[in-house]
Protein backbone atom coordinates (compact mmCIF):
# COMPACT_ATOMS: atom_id res chain seq x y z
CA UNK A 1 0.00 0.00 0.00
CA UNK A 2 2.85 2.26 0.92
CA UNK A 3 4.21 1.66 -2.52
CA UNK A 4 0.80 3.14 -4.51
CA UNK A 5 0.69 6.07 -2.33
CA UNK A 6 3.86 7.36 -3.55
CA UNK A 7 3.31 7.18 -6.86
CA UNK A 8 -0.18 9.16 -6.22
CA UNK A 9 1.32 11.67 -4.29
CA UNK A 10 3.64 12.38 -7.11
CA UNK A 11 1.37 12.66 -9.29
CA UNK A 12 -0.60 15.12 -7.52
CA UNK A 13 2.45 17.33 -6.44
CA UNK A 14 2.72 17.85 -10.86
CA UNK A 15 -0.87 18.35 -10.86
CA UNK A 16 -0.05 21.72 -8.20
CA UNK A 17 2.59 22.55 -10.34
CA UNK A 18 0.98 22.38 -13.58
CA UNK A 19 -2.31 24.06 -11.92
CA UNK A 20 0.21 27.26 -10.49
CA UNK A 21 1.91 27.29 -13.65
CA UNK A 22 -0.96 27.69 -15.83
CA UNK A 23 -2.54 30.34 -13.61
CA UNK A 24 0.53 32.41 -13.97
CA UNK A 25 0.47 31.78 -17.70
CA UNK A 26 -3.42 32.78 -17.73
CA UNK A 27 -2.87 36.44 -15.99
CA UNK A 28 -0.27 36.76 -18.98
CA UNK A 29 -0.91 38.08 -22.68
CA UNK A 30 -0.33 34.48 -23.91
CA UNK A 31 -3.30 32.02 -24.00
CA UNK A 32 -2.91 28.32 -22.91
CA UNK A 33 -5.01 25.63 -22.23
CA UNK A 34 -4.24 23.56 -19.33
CA UNK A 35 -4.30 19.28 -19.36
CA UNK A 36 -4.83 16.99 -16.64
CA UNK A 37 -2.16 15.03 -14.65
CA UNK A 38 0.57 16.35 -16.61
CA UNK A 39 1.98 12.09 -16.68
CA UNK A 40 5.44 12.34 -18.00
CA UNK A 41 4.68 10.58 -21.34
CA UNK A 42 3.98 13.78 -22.73
CA UNK A 43 -0.07 12.91 -23.99
CA UNK A 44 -0.97 16.14 -21.80
CA UNK A 45 0.15 19.76 -20.92
CA UNK A 46 -0.16 22.25 -22.33
CA UNK A 47 -1.07 23.46 -26.05
CA UNK A 48 -0.98 27.11 -27.72
CA UNK A 49 -4.34 28.59 -29.07
CA UNK A 50 -4.38 30.77 -31.69
CA UNK A 51 -3.96 34.87 -30.68
CA UNK A 52 -6.39 37.87 -32.05
CA UNK A 53 -5.43 39.50 -35.55
CA UNK A 54 -3.14 42.10 -34.84
CA UNK A 55 -5.91 45.11 -36.32
CA UNK A 56 -3.50 48.02 -35.97
CA UNK A 57 -1.38 46.70 -39.13
CA UNK A 58 -4.93 47.34 -41.41
CA UNK A 59 -5.23 50.29 -43.28
CA UNK A 60 -7.19 51.82 -45.51
CA UNK A 61 -7.94 54.59 -48.31
CA UNK A 62 -8.34 58.00 -46.48
CA UNK A 63 -11.46 59.79 -47.82
CA UNK A 64 -9.19 62.24 -48.89
CA UNK A 65 -8.30 60.08 -51.86
CA UNK A 66 -11.74 60.37 -53.24
CA UNK A 67 -11.37 63.89 -53.99
CA UNK A 68 -8.05 63.31 -55.41
CA UNK A 69 -9.07 60.72 -57.58
CA UNK A 70 -11.91 62.73 -58.87
CA UNK A 71 -9.29 65.86 -59.78
CA UNK A 72 -7.21 62.96 -61.41
CA UNK A 73 -9.78 62.11 -63.66
CA UNK A 74 -11.04 65.65 -64.61
CA UNK A 75 -6.89 66.40 -65.54
CA UNK A 76 -7.29 63.11 -67.43
CA UNK A 77 -10.33 64.46 -69.29
CA UNK A 78 -9.13 68.00 -69.75
CA UNK A 79 -5.43 66.30 -71.54
CA UNK A 80 -8.02 64.17 -73.29
CA UNK A 81 -9.45 67.32 -75.08
CA UNK A 82 -6.63 68.92 -75.49
CA UNK A 83 -5.15 65.84 -77.01
CA UNK A 84 -8.22 65.51 -79.38
CA UNK A 85 -7.71 69.68 -80.15
CA UNK A 86 -4.04 68.58 -81.59
CA UNK A 87 -4.99 65.50 -83.45
CA UNK A 88 -7.45 67.48 -85.40
CA UNK A 89 -5.11 70.29 -86.15
CA UNK A 90 -2.92 68.02 -87.26
CA UNK A 91 -5.19 65.97 -89.79
CA UNK A 92 -6.66 69.49 -90.92
CA UNK A 93 -2.68 70.01 -91.63
CA UNK A 94 -1.56 66.87 -93.10
CA UNK A 95 -5.15 66.77 -95.27
CA UNK A 96 -4.81 70.28 -96.34
CA UNK A 97 -1.29 69.69 -97.43
CA UNK A 98 -2.20 67.92 -100.25
CA UNK A 99 -3.50 70.66 -101.67
CA UNK A 100 -1.78 72.63 -104.29
CA UNK A 101 0.47 75.56 -103.92
CA UNK A 102 -1.97 77.65 -106.99
CA UNK A 103 -4.86 76.80 -104.29
CA UNK A 104 -2.99 78.47 -101.22
CA UNK A 105 -1.89 81.62 -103.23
CA UNK A 106 -5.70 81.77 -104.14
CA UNK A 107 -6.65 81.45 -100.31
CA UNK A 108 -4.53 84.32 -99.45
CA UNK A 109 -5.49 86.36 -102.49
CA UNK A 110 -8.80 85.90 -101.02
CA UNK A 111 -8.20 86.61 -97.38
CA UNK A 112 -6.73 90.13 -98.49
CA UNK A 113 -9.61 90.78 -100.84
CA UNK A 114 -12.08 90.21 -97.91
CA UNK A 115 -10.74 92.75 -95.92
CA UNK A 116 -11.61 95.35 -97.82
CA UNK A 117 -15.08 94.25 -97.97
CA UNK A 118 -18.35 95.28 -96.38
CA UNK A 119 -21.15 93.01 -95.81
CA UNK A 120 -21.72 89.98 -97.85
CA UNK A 121 -20.12 90.46 -100.69
CA UNK A 122 -21.66 90.75 -104.35
CA UNK A 123 -21.52 87.35 -105.01
CA UNK A 124 -22.84 85.17 -102.59
CA UNK A 125 -25.45 83.73 -104.75
CA UNK A 126 -22.92 82.24 -106.82
CA UNK A 127 -21.51 79.93 -104.34
CA UNK A 128 -22.80 76.98 -102.35
CA UNK A 129 -21.30 74.67 -99.70
CA UNK A 130 -21.15 70.55 -99.88
CA UNK A 131 -19.94 68.84 -96.71
CA UNK A 132 -17.83 66.05 -97.48
CA UNK A 133 -18.34 62.55 -95.40
CA UNK A 134 -15.68 62.12 -92.29
CA UNK A 135 -14.73 58.80 -93.86
CA UNK A 136 -13.60 60.37 -97.03
CA UNK A 137 -11.36 62.81 -94.97
CA UNK A 138 -9.35 61.12 -92.46
CA UNK A 139 -12.01 62.09 -89.75
CA UNK A 140 -11.77 66.20 -90.57
CA UNK A 141 -14.69 68.06 -90.95
CA UNK A 142 -14.69 69.41 -94.81
CA UNK A 143 -16.92 71.36 -96.95
CA UNK A 144 -16.53 71.19 -100.52
CA UNK A 145 -16.96 75.59 -101.68
CA UNK A 146 -18.94 75.46 -105.13
CA UNK A 147 -18.52 78.56 -106.86
CA UNK A 148 -19.86 79.16 -110.47
CA UNK A 149 -19.38 82.62 -112.20
CA UNK A 150 -22.23 83.53 -113.50
CA UNK A 151 -21.27 86.61 -114.94
CA UNK A 152 -20.65 87.31 -118.75
CA UNK A 153 -16.82 88.00 -118.36
CA UNK A 154 -13.55 86.33 -117.06
CA UNK A 155 -13.71 86.99 -113.14
CA UNK A 156 -12.10 85.88 -109.96
CA UNK A 157 -13.61 84.59 -106.49
CA UNK A 158 -12.79 85.54 -102.69
CA UNK A 159 -14.99 83.84 -100.03
CA UNK A 160 -15.01 83.42 -96.32
CA UNK A 161 -16.60 80.66 -94.64
CA UNK A 162 -17.80 80.75 -91.04
CA UNK A 163 -17.82 77.42 -88.48
CA UNK A 164 -20.21 77.74 -86.03
CA UNK A 165 -21.57 76.02 -83.08
CA UNK A 166 -25.05 74.55 -81.78
CA UNK A 167 -25.78 77.75 -80.27
CA UNK A 168 -24.74 79.55 -83.97
CA UNK A 169 -21.36 81.33 -82.34
CA UNK A 170 -18.55 81.23 -85.16
CA UNK A 171 -15.79 79.58 -83.41
CA UNK A 172 -13.52 79.52 -86.72
CA UNK A 173 -12.96 81.27 -90.25
CA UNK A 174 -11.95 79.71 -93.65
CA UNK A 175 -10.53 81.70 -96.46
CA UNK A 176 -10.87 80.30 -99.95
CA UNK A 177 -10.59 81.67 -103.73
CA UNK A 178 -10.60 80.61 -107.03
CA UNK A 179 -8.76 82.78 -110.05
CA UNK A 180 -9.94 83.27 -113.64
CA UNK A 181 -12.83 81.65 -113.74
CA UNK A 182 -14.29 82.19 -117.70
CA UNK A 183 -18.13 82.68 -118.05
CA UNK A 184 -19.91 80.27 -116.88
CA UNK A 185 -16.72 78.10 -115.39
CA UNK A 186 -16.88 76.01 -112.14
CA UNK A 187 -14.19 75.64 -109.17
CA UNK A 188 -14.52 73.68 -106.28
CA UNK A 189 -12.12 74.47 -103.69
CA UNK A 190 -12.31 73.05 -99.79
CA UNK A 191 -12.73 74.53 -96.53
CA UNK A 192 -10.80 72.77 -93.80
CA UNK A 193 -11.78 73.00 -90.08
CA UNK A 194 -8.97 72.57 -87.59
CA UNK A 195 -11.24 71.52 -85.14
CA UNK A 196 -12.33 67.88 -83.29
CA UNK A 197 -15.29 66.72 -85.47
CA UNK A 198 -17.21 66.35 -82.16
CA UNK A 199 -19.31 68.59 -81.30
CA UNK A 200 -20.48 69.07 -84.55
CA UNK A 201 -20.02 72.37 -86.49
CA UNK A 202 -21.76 74.03 -89.40
CA UNK A 203 -20.55 75.74 -92.21
CA UNK A 204 -21.59 78.78 -94.09
CA UNK A 205 -20.82 81.61 -96.50
CA UNK A 206 -20.39 84.56 -94.80
CA UNK A 207 -18.39 86.55 -97.70
CA UNK A 208 -18.61 86.14 -101.29
CA UNK A 209 -16.71 88.67 -103.71
CA UNK A 210 -16.27 88.23 -107.48
CA UNK A 211 -13.61 90.74 -108.79
Known sequence: MEAEKAPSAARSRRRAVALAVCAVLTGSAVLVSCGGDGDDDGSEGFSPTPTAADTSRFSGEPPSALSSAAESRKAEARASVSAAESSAAAAASSFQASVSADTERARAEAERRLEQVKGRGNATGDVSLTGLPLADT????????????????????????????????????????AQDLAPGEKAHPLAISAKPPEPRLTAKVAQAERY
Open 138 to 177: NNVRAFTVNITNSGDETASYAVRVDFGDADGKVVETRFVG
